[in-house]
């Protein structure tokens, strides 16, 4: 009777832990975040590895010719790890998996990137000159208010929906030292549009 117990006891035990095991990551449960990331991560790898600067300056290039190409997204997870500010002038960072997040923001930081861009027109003769479109909907700020930090959201929206491909640019004007380069491949942050954001069930 008693080994009985301690065989259920142990064998549910193990179907406890067993299902944690093997339990996916929660960035691993999308199909296109996970390729993005492990997209991220082949280029990272071989030139963090290699020590050469020409060759992390490129792996810094490719990740963000890879974080354009993404465009919209939907139902991805992450982490939700800091947000400022207040309703009109919001900032979030999203953690989309190992020491990679998303950073969406709105109208006081709008305000000031729309004049600098405007500033430097010429050197973006290709972007549009017109407002740029906030970084968070309304819905995903009324959604702020009931999460709290370090939960898992669910979210979608759009890679570089907002003056990301800008500050990209301005950034490769301005030129970067290896340093920089290689603090972004190893722990890279893009510019999103956030539309959606839930409690990841």
């Known amino acids: 009777m008693i080994a009985g117990r301690r065989s259920l006891l142990f064998g549910g035990?193990?179907?406890?832990?067993?299902?944690?095991?093997?339990d996916r990551a929660y960035y691993e449960k999308n199909a296109q975040q996970k390729a993005f990331l492990d997209g991220l991560q082949a280029l990272a790898k071989p030139a963090l590895a290699s020590n050469n600067p020409l060759q992390i300056e490129e792996a810094a290039k490719q990740s963000v010719a890879l974080w354009a190409k993404i465009g919209p997204f939907s139902d991805?997870?992450?982490i939700l790890r800091t947000v400022e500010g207040n309703a009109q002038n919001v900032t979030i960072t999203l953690e989309i998996g190992p020491q990679v997040t998303l950073y969406a923001f709105n109208d006081g930081t709008l305000s000031t990137l729309?004049?600098?861009?405007?500033?430097?027109?010429?050197?973006?003769?290709?972007?549009p000159r017109e407002t740029l479109p906030a970084g968070l909907s309304e819905s995903a700020i009324a959604a702020l208010?009931?999460?709290?930090?370090?939960?898992?959201?669910?979210?979608?929206?759009?890679?570089?929906?907002?003056?990301?491909?800008?500050?990209?640019?301005?950034?490769?004007?301005?030129?970067?030292s290896d340093a920089e380069h290689r603090?972004?491949?190893?722990?890279?942050?893009?510019?999103?549009?956030?539309?959606?954001?839930?409690?990841?069930?």
């Not at 035990?13 to 093997?22: M, N, T, Y």
């Not at 907002?162 to 030129?175: T, W």
């Not at 603090?183 to 069930?201: G, M, N, Y």
């Open 76 to 78: 991805w997870r992450a």
């Open 145 to 176: 208010k009931t999460l709290r930090l370090g939960q898992t959201v669910s979210i979608s929206g759009r890679m570089g929906e907002i003056a990301g491909s800008g500050l990209i640019d301005l950034s490769r004007l301005l030129g970067k």
């Open 114 to 127: 729309n004049s600098i861009l405007k500033s430097t027109g010429d050197l973006f003769s290709s972007r």
């Open 13 to 22: 035990l193990g179907l406890v832990l067993g299902g944690c095991l093997f």
């Open 183 to 201: 603090q972004f491949v190893q722990t890279p942050r893009f510019v999103a549009r956030i539309e959606t954001l839930a409690a990841s069930e």
